[in-house]
Structure formats: structure tokens, C-alpha cells
């Protein structure tokens, strides 16, 4: 089959099927529906990002540098923001670093030896020391990211940091967002470990924001030399 005909036979078969836009590697633009695994060569069209960034097949489970291995239990039932450090690290490939390592250097104790006298919380205000400690640049914002400046740190493959501040107004928890996922209905969603479930799951951004989310890290990256 010469190549105008095998375009004509994906002409028709398009015209057929219908269905939201897909980019084939070579640049050109299909409308394709079916089954994914049949389309697997096809690369999602991203209407909220589309300036030529590489994005993930359909059907991808994650979409990010580090999967559902970056997910860890907080170690003490104080030590979310510890737990979320330590995440946080091992996305960016910093050398792996224990919580009680990381709290002893934010409490100046020797949390490794002695970690019942470290299980206390973290005022908001010294999340951003405690990211700097960790060779880790940061900007934070006391209210939720919008939606373009939120899926742009995706796209960047940069992970975000989320405060969760409850009805009292004075507890709180953190949580870490570190990628995407596509499903094969082409829905995207966000995914998100929890350090008090030492799990991922995953979330629309619609359910995040009403959420308990109040507060946001952003631009996460190594500090220049940190490597």
C-alpha cells in the first residue's frame, strides 16, 4: 500500500470514528476514537498546554519522573511535613534522607535517637526553611494555585506541596503532588500521596480545590549545586 493511500484509509476511518483530537508523532492532527491500544502511536493533543511540550500516550497510569515509590508513611503522627520532605527529595533524586534526619536538622535534636521528644508540628511559616534545609527551592503562596499556573508545574514535571488547614483554623496536614494521569477515557487527573496513608491516589482538580487545600509550595527544584 503506497503512503497516499494509507492516509486516505486513515482519512475514512477518521471521518467514520470521530473523537477528540490526537497528534501523530510526525506533527500531523487526527480525529481518532476506538480502542487505545490500537492508537498507542498517537500522542494526546493537550488543549491546556499545547506549545509542542511532549506529552504522554493515552491510557498512561502516571506521568512524571518518579512513580507511586516516592509515596512514604509519616513515622510519627506529627511528622507529615517530614514525611512530605523526604517525598519530595527522592522526586527530585536528591540522596535519600530519614525523617527523623530531616527533623532532627529543622529542631536542632537528636531526633534519630531520641524521635518521641521530635513528634511535633511545624508552624506553616517554616515550611520554606524546612525546603531550603533540604537543598530544595521554593515559592509559596497562601492560597490555592489557579489552574494554568497548577497544570504548568506538571507539565514541568515539578512536584507541588499542599496545605491542608482544617475547620479550626489552627491544625493542619501537607500533601504531595508530583504527576498526572490520563485515563483511557481521556480524563485527566492528579496524582497525590498522602504521608498519614503512606499512599497515591488520584483526584480531579475540580475535587482538589474543594478540598482542604489552603496553601501552596510551588516551583520546587534543587538548589543550584545541591546535587
Known amino acids: 500500500m503506497t503512503l497516499l493511500a494509507a492516509a486516505a484509509n486513515i482519512d475514512r476511518i477518521v471521518a467514520l470514528l470521530g473523537g477528540p483530537t490526537l497528534r501523530l508523532r510526525s506533527g500531523h ?15 494526546v493533543a493537550d488543549p491546556l498546554h499545547d506549545q509542542g511540550v511532549p506529552v504522554p500516550t493515552v491510557g498512561a497510569t502516571a506521568i512524571g519522573p518518579r512513580g507511586t515509590d516516592i509515596a512514604v508513611a509519616q513515622e510519627k503522627s506529627n511528622w507529615c511535613w517530614a514525611a512530605a520532605t523526604q517525598m519530595i527529595r527522592r522526586h527530585v533524586s536528591l540522596p535519600e534522607k530519614k525523617q527523623c534526619e530531616i527533623a532532627g536538622t529543622r529542631l536542632g535534636r537528636p531526633c534519630c535517637s531520641e524521635p518521641n521528644d521530635c513528634n511535633v508540628k511545624l508552624e506553616l511559616s517554616r515550611i520554606g526553611s524546612l525546603l531550603e534545609e533540604n537543598r530544595i527551592k521554593s515559592k509559596h503562596e497562601q492560597a490555592q494555585l489557579e489552574s494554568k499556573k497548577f497544570w504548568d508545574q506538571l507539565f514541568r514535571q515539578q512536584p507541588l506541596l499542599l496545605a491542608d488547614i482544617f475547620d479550626n483554623g489552627i491544625d493542619g496536614h501537607v500533601r504531595v503532588v508530583f504527576g498526572r494521569q490520563i485515563t483511557k477515557r481521556r480524563q485527566e487527573l492528579i496524582r497525590i500521596a498522602d504521608p498519614a496513608e503512606a499512599k497515591v491516589s488520584s483526584t480531579t482538580f475540580e ?18 549545586g545541591a546535587r
Open 29 to 43: 492532527s487526527r480525529t481518532v476514537d476506538g480502542d487505545d491500544r490500537l492508537w498507542s502511536t498517537f500522542r
Open 207 to 224: 475535587a482538589l480545590q474543594q478540598s482542604s487545600w489552603r496553601q501552596t509550595w510551588h516551583s520546587l527544584e534543587v538548589s543550584d
